[in-house]
């Protein structure tokens, strides 16, 4: 069993930066591949970027040079960089994690970024 708990959301300026964090209960954090992914209304839930056991990470096209995934392994956490936010990024962001075929999610935690 994984817990998941977001952490950092809030309300910026556009052009402004935030970064969220995802702690991650479970002694095998390390071998789980993390994800962050987010929810606008009335719209799905969308993959934003992702990290695997070995660092590798993928990014979906509209944040690639604006966000930065990362992990500490030693701390069970894992992070989201978010900077040159746009309005465009308001959402629920959700940690994600993928482990032994298991999928879990966090609560999420809102972003809102002003115009």
């Known amino acids: 069993q994984v817990q998941l708990v977001e952490s950092g959301g809030g309300l910026v300026q556009a052009g402004g930066s935030l970064r969220l964090s995802c702690a991650a209960s479970?002694?095998?954090?390390?071998?789980?591949?993390m994800g962050w992914y987010r929810q606008a209304p009335g719209k799905q839930r969308d993959l934003v970027a992702r990290i695997d056991s070995f660092d590798s990470t993928n990014y979906v096209d509209s944040v690639k040079g604006r966000f930065t995934i990362s992990r500490d392994n030693a701390k069970n956490t894992v992070y989201l960089q978010m900077n040159s936010l746009k309005p465009d990024d308001t959402a629920v962001y959700y940690c994600n994690a993928v482990l032994n075929s298991r999928t879990y999610w966090g609560q999420g935690t809102q972003v809102t970024v002003s115009s």
């Open positions: 479970g002694s095998i954090f390390r071998l789980a591949v």
